[in-house]
């Protein structure tokens, strides 16, 4: 049985999709829903741009414009949820690497289910040291879901 789920998210379309599932998959075992996202400066600029509408780049990706997108990016996934009918989750927002703050999150909820998407907004080092998804199958220590 699954009672609680954590979901990473960036904002990317795969993440949009994890999300989405988590709830259908929350509702479906009255699970509680976690969500968790790691604002990285990649990804700020991604949300920034949305937000704004402009090109922004990396340079001007300060602390208090990534805590912005990063509430941003809680709320969206707030009304994502509500739109899936899930009308109570938690959002976290960590620093620092995604993987291990989803972990982090997880074992902290006792979680029965981690789901992420398979391809986020992630970075060059990803390439290198392997992306989000695949460090948390790695070394998770419950059942994991990477969603395309």
Known sequence: MIK?????????????????????IALKFDAKLQIQHTPRDETVVYAAEAISGF???????????LLEAADKLGEQ???IAAEEGLETVEVH??????AHDILDRAE???????????RGLGN???????STSH????NAKCAC???P
């Open 145 to 147: 879901l990477t969603v």
């Open 77 to 79: 996934a707030r009304d």
């Open 55 to 65: 090109y922004v780049g990396t340079n001007v990706a300060q602390q208090e414009l």
């Open 93 to 98: 927002i960590g620093h620092g690497d995604p």
């Open 124 to 130: 060059l080092g990803s390439l290198v040291l392997g």
């Open 4 to 24: 609680s789920i954590v979901v990473g998210i960036d904002g990317s379309d795969a993440a949009k999709r994890a999300l989405q599932l988590a709830c259908q």
């Open 108 to 118: 902290a909820a006792s979680a029965d289910l981690i789901i992420t998407g398979r």
């Open 135 to 138: 460090q948390i199958s790695k």
